[in-house]
């Protein structure tokens, strides 16, 4: 067994909380914001085809982006579907009125 100090990460990170994955997620925000550049573009020609461009590449980094507790917006919603899917069991029920 190996003693790992805390805060020596086991994943490759280009800056602290983005790493590999977050990468491909941010490339492919971009490859969706060029398409919808590109078919926006067939109809307009206004500033609104940038902000096309820029949305999804933006909103794939701020999910996967983590915060300071190592948790991303994509885990906590992940944790969520979980624990709203799971059964519950109620251990005491109290007398209706």
Request: proline content about 5%.
């Amino acid at each position: 067994m190996y003693l790992i100090p805390r805060n020596v990460t086991a994943r490759f990170e280009f800056f602290p909380g983005f790493g590999w994955f977050e990468l491909a997620a941010v490339v492919a925000g971009a490859l969706v914001g060029l398409a919808l550049f590109f078919l926006s573009g067939l109809f307009t020609k206004s500033v609104v085809r940038f902000v096309l461009f820029v949305l999804p590449p933006g909103l794939a980094f701020f999910v996967t982006k983590q915060g300071p507790n190592g948790q991303s917006l994509l885990d906590l919603i992940q944790q969520w579907r979980r624990w709203s899917m799971a059964q519950r069991r109620y251990l005491y029920v109290g007398k209706s009125k």
